[in-house]
Every structure is written in C-alpha cells, then in structure tokens.
C-alpha cells in the first residue's frame, strides 16, 4: 500500500467492472465514470498484469472490491487463507466498497463455481450472520451482502429472501448490496412481488446497486431467467431500478457486465443511463 493512499469514498454514481479486455483502454483514455470495481479473487496474485493495471486505476478511480469466494452461507470454516488475502488486498488498494454474497459455495473444503442459494430457516440466518460478522472482524471494515438470482426453492425455508437478507444486515451489522437484476431475475422465475421486496429493504443499510442483463431459456414447462451478466440492461430491470432509486435513495450503481463483452463505449452508455435516471429522480423530489 502507498503511504498517501486512503480510503476514497465511492460516489453516488455509475461505475464499471474493471476487466482484463478493457484495462489498456481504461487506464489510458480515463473515461468519465464515477469508479470501478474489481473482482477481489482476480487480484489475489503476487503480481503480475492485473495488479499492475489495478495500481494505475486506482491512481484516478475510487474502487471497490467485489468478491465471490467468501462461501458465506458454507458450514465450513471461514477459509483464512482467503481472509488473509483478502484484508491484503483491502490494505494495499483501501477500496470504498468491499462485498460478497448471500450464498454458499464451499462442503468439506471443496468449491464449487456457483453462488449456490441458502434455505431462508432461522438456524441459516444465525449461521449466515456469525459468519458475515466474524469476516467483519478480521477484515476490520463493513462488508456489503448481495442478494442472489435464484432458480430453485427451498421447500423448508421459512422466511422470505427479502426478511432474510434484511435481517442478516440488522444482526450482523453489515451493508446491503441491492442487485436489482438479481430481484428481478429471481422474481420472475419465482412469481413474487419485486415491490415487495424493495419494501422490504432498509435503505440505511444499502451502499449500492447493481444493474444487468440476463439471458431467457426456454423450456416446454415455460422460461426461466438466468443472471448471464453478457446483454445491456432490459426495460423491466430500468424501471425496477427507478423505482428503487424513488423508495430508497441513489447509491453506487455498478453495471455489471462480464461475459460477451462489448465496447467499452456500450458499458459508458448503460452508465451514463443510471446517471441520468439518479439525476431526474432527485430532481423529481426536489
């Protein structure tokens, strides 16, 4: 870590995801986004490309880290010598932002490459939020918990995501990373409310957003949404996300964008899309 580096707050404003076809253009042309974020576990080298380009971003972006290997919802032990990395990379780049997942993906030591879903019971809601915690402590910073996209249910889960999640953010003392695609996505393929569950969230516990697109399979029992992360953002999830931003405030908006990826024109334009739905909503309220 340099010694004049510290934490650079994140803005209320559209970000993209640094990634590796885009690092050259990036760090060298500057475009005019509010941050970047960075997949924590792609950074976890000694050195190397990526770090080298993440050091340059860094000198004229705020960042934040995003990770997908903390296995949150796992009944196993925290993996220390993930943790470790981890608070390494926080201490070097002193990230605005640093969050992780409402979902499990570790049994017995061994992962698995999916964000595997949680049943929604009163004893995963004890396990979740001790693990969110004791990650907290070590790390010594706020973790931001994301809500998943979902393609099964839990036949014994007793509390809605929406509850669930606002609950391991009350107990555990953690940030909420509101993925209004993910909502969209899961609700769509589950029938609920997306408006219920915006009601449900706290807004002081949100710290940010995140926008995608997804990919529609079909099936002769009917479609199911699946969060791709490769298309721009559909209608639905734009007017999802006005609606979050009126109810409950206007927080970092990453688009999320990582496989299939385009220009980087295409990504700057999705963002320039957030920002302006930001600025007409505050307007509006004003």
């Known amino acids: 870590m340099k010694p004049d580096r510290v934490a650079a707050p994140i803005p209320a404003r559209a970000g993209i995801g640094l990634r590796a076809e885009h690092y050259r253009e990036v760090t060298d042309s500057l475009p005019p986004v509010g941050w970047l974020e960075a997949h924590s576990e792609n950074y976890f080298g000694d050195g190397g490309t990526p770090l080298d380009y993440l050091e340059r971003a860094r000198e004229d972006y705020p960042i934040s880290l995003h990770g997908v290997g903390l296995s949150l919802g796992s009944c196993d032990p925290l993996n220390r010598q993930h943790l470790e990395k981890l608070k390494s990379l926080i201490q070097r780049f002193e990230p605005g932002l640093v969050s992780d997942h409402l979902s499990w993906?570790?049994?017995?030591g061994s992962y698995f490459n999916d964000l595997l879903p949680l049943p929604y019971t009163e004893e995963a809601l004890s396990l979740i939020a001790e693990?969110?915690?004791?990650?907290?402590?070590?790390?010594?910073?706020e973790l931001l918990i994301e809500n998943p996209s979902s393609y099964l249910q839990y036949a014994h889960s007793?509390?809605?995501?929406?509850?669930?999640l606002a609950e391991v953010a009350r107990i555990a003392g953690c940030g909420i990373l509101l993925d209004?695609?993910?909502?969209?996505?899961?609700?769509?393929?589950?029938?609920?409310?997306?408006?219920?569950?915006?009601?449900?969230?706290?807004?002081?516990?949100?710290?940010?957003?995140?926008?995608?697109?997804?990919?529609v399979n079909?099936?002769?029992?009917?479609?199911?949404?699946?969060?791709?992360?490769?298309?721009?953002?559909?209608?639905?999830?734009?007017?999802?996300?006005?609606?979050a931003v009126e109810r409950l405030g206007s927080f970092p908006t990453?688009?999320?964008?990582?496989?299939?990826?385009?220009?980087?024109?295409?990504?700057?334009?999705?963002?320039r899309q957030a920002d302006k739905i930001m600025e007409t909503t505050h307007a509006l309220v004003a």
């Open 105 to 108: 993906s570790s049994v017995d």
């Open 218 to 243: 079909h099936y002769p029992e009917g479609n199911i949404l699946i969060d791709t992360h490769n298309a721009p953002v559909a209608d639905d999830v734009w007017a999802l996300y006005r609606q």
């Open 158 to 164: 007793t509390i809605p995501e929406w509850e669930f």
């Open 180 to 215: 209004i695609n993910n909502i969209h996505v899961s609700a769509t393929n589950h029938g609920y409310d997306p408006q219920q569950y915006l009601r449900a969230i706290p807004a002081d516990k949100v710290r940010e957003m995140h926008l995608a697109g997804f990919t």
């Open 131 to 141: 693990r969110v915690q004791q990650a907290q402590d070590y790390l010594g910073r």
């Open 254 to 271: 990453l688009i999320e964008w990582d496989t299939d990826l385009p220009p980087l024109q295409v990504l700057l334009d999705e963002a």
